[in-house]
């Protein structure tokens, strides 16, 4: 085999109690990538299409994160990566982590699969930290692993795996403005009130014991964010207003995806989250900020051949 | 019948990264209690053996939560209460809570069972409430309801019942030390940085993955707290050679019990757990303080009929 075809799909990050250490990966929204071994050595973009990136391995998110693992490999060939990028950059749903991963997952199907998934993230950490400044995995991790993640620690590297409930859909809005990543971590404050951080780790304890169980109630009781998104939800046009008619539409919850501007709502079943998807489309559709819609299954897969 | 004997047990509270929310229950130590049906009306305590605790029901913990249910029932007979109690009071292993919940719970057994357990729970607050002056039920609900538990919230009163992996073991030292609740929550921030909630609430989310899947790695991995211990540990003589010790010896992780000064180790298996204790017990043996050591199995029962 020396070429493939993958899909890396976008991802959601912190879901409302798990901030920073949380995420899930989405079914029907995504990039496509075509890694192709070649005789010349190194890693060469050849084509990207959808957003205008670069092209200069260094300076691009999944040439950093091939860099890296090319670095840890020895071989005698290179590879070319053609980007078809569907997510849009900066939009909160993983797009650079879409890149970082697609890049070496591909490779390393290629190569015969010598690494496995959290050395792989270890890789897209790299490109990841191209697009944010910092190293994180929280949407890496989802984007390889599939259905919900939590990263333990990033020193050492540790991922787990939560089960993800069968009839769990996602409703995401992203509305077509800009937020800083630099302003959305600036906003937070540096302390929190110890009872506050209390009533988030009650909520993130029983989200995962939620998800083992697949009980939606207790999905519903646990999806709140009392640290992160009482700031960052400022950052949102009509953040509340679109929170409000999810949840009476029967969003099981609602919150920031990753540092925003999406915001992602999960309920059980599609028709729930079809119903979610028509009540936050008529608060946006009132605004002049245009927006983008997805609905999805939590995608248990993760990033995979085409 | 008209009367019963319980065994009401000790419980570890906070359990290292779960400080406030999570706890569980222990299988060789305990309270015994008879409760029996009286013609005479109202709560009566008859017998207290162990310690000396006032006989008056709304001065003791047992009769606040006694007191708590017979006001939500309406019977035209009282209830008598013996109280042969073990667990010292201020140990940190639940013995107030071992009170609050025997009473409630042998009088829901002599009604025929009317309230489940989280309203047991409910009444059983009460009772805590005398002795700890703040109404909580991280000790109550692994009493009630055995093995581990999160208190999600408690209002309203929510308790999830987390798995308990089969082999794991606990190792208690209790030293001969007062500590003051009121001191112990003193020394405690009102704010914590933020960085810190979050590498806890990423312990607290994987060890209730752990306890799902029993994870005997990644309980160890996940019994760290970053927030209390540091300021807490401080009260506990000698608790850092403690710890070091235990983790030396093979504990999978070691913390302080409730407010302490009791300290608990978890392991796998027996023989870890004894190992332990000989280790703990050689560090203690050092030093001029009097103390009590148990191992117990996790019991998965909770509060029982004898």
Request: proline share 5%; with cysteine.
């Amino acid at each position: 085999m020396n070429e493939i075809k993958i899909f890396s799909p976008a991802t959601v990050a912190n879901v409302s109690c798990g901030f920073d250490v949380l995420g899930f990966c989405l079914d029907s929204v995504g990039d496509e990538m075509v890694i192709r071994k070649t005789d010349k050595k190194g890693i060469h973009i050849t084509k990207i299409e959808g957003f205008d990136l670069p092209y200069e391995p260094e300076l691009n998110v999944a040439g950093v994160s091939a860099l890296a693992m090319y670095e840890a490999i020895d071989v005698d060939f290179g590879f070319e990566i053609e980007i078809y990028k569907n997510i849009k950059p900066g939009s909160g749903i993983g797009s650079s982590a879409a890149s970082a991963v697609g890049s070496v997952f591909g490779m390393n199907e290629l190569l015969g699969k010598p690494f496995n998934k959290t050395q792989l993230t270890a890789f897209a950490i790299k490109g990841e930290a191209l697009a944010s400044k910092c190293e994180h995995a929280d949407n890496l991790a989802p984007a390889l692993f599939g259905g919900f993640t939590l990263v333990k620690s990033l020193t050492p590297l540790e991922i787990l795996e939560i089960p993800s409930p069968n009839e769990l859909y996602v409703t995401i809005i992203h509305p077509q403005i800009e937020i800083k990543t630099s302003e959305a971590r600036a906003i937070l404050p540096k302390e929190v009130p110890l009872q506050d951080a209390i009533a988030q780790w009650a909520n993130l304890g029983s989200l995962v014991h939620a998800l083992h169980t697949s009980d939606y109630n207790l999905i519903q009781n646990s999806l709140h964010d009392v640290i992160v998104e009482p700031y960052r939800s400022t950052l949102i046009p009509h953040y509340n207003e679109v929170k409000k008619a999810a949840l009476k539409a029967g969003a099981l919850g609602t919150g920031i995806s990753g540092s925003g501007p999406s915001i992602f709502s999960l309920s059980k079943g599609l028709e729930a989250a079809n119903s979610v998807k028509e009540a936050i489309e008529k608060v946006y559709s009132r605004t002049n900020i245009l927006f983008d819609m997805h609905v999805s299954k939590i995608n248990v897969e993760g990033v995979k051949i085409l």
